[in-house]
């Protein structure tokens, strides 16, 4: 499955981004997915999981109450609403779906698919 992120760029700290993640197949309807993002010469990080339900959304620390995650299954697409952003959440962002239908931690595991990344960009 291909995993196509958009919505990335360039903004100063308290603005608004929207990311969006689009797959090939029909595929978030019968997985958890989420998001990573990666800063160059750290290790990627987990920021949110979305359970194949719906139900279970978790975000790490540092992001709780800004970010929103979400899927729109008709379009098979994941979303990641970032409001209030701050230059630490500058990284590429990588969304991913999962072999599992739970998440069971803000990052998902048993990745089976990953996106390409899109650039995300915080001035202070």
């Known amino acids: 499955v291909d995993l196509v992120e958009s919505g990335g760029g360039l903004v100063q700290a308290g603005q608004s981004l929207r990311l969006s993640c689009t797959a090939s197949?029909?595929?978030?309807?019968?997985?958890?997915a989420g998001w990573f993002r990666e800063v160059p010469g750290k290790l990627r990080e987990g920021v949110s999981c979305?359970?194949?339900?719906?139900?279970?959304?978790l975000y790490r620390d540092s992001v709780k109450g800004r970010f929103t995650i979400s899927r729109d299954n008709t379009k098979n697409t994941l979303y990641l609403q970032m409001n209030n952003l701050e230059p630490e959440d500058s990284a590429i962002y990588y969304c991913?779906?999962?072999?599992?239908?739970?998440?069971?931690?803000?990052?998902?595991?048993?990745?089976?698919?990953w996106g390409q990344g899109t650039q995300v960009t915080v001035s202070s």
């Open positions: 991913a779906t999962s072999r599992e239908s739970l998440c069971n931690s803000y990052r998902v595991y048993s990745v089976l698919d």
């Open positions: 197949e029909w595929t978030f309807a019968t997985s958890a």
């Open positions: 979305l359970s194949k339900d719906n139900n279970t959304a």
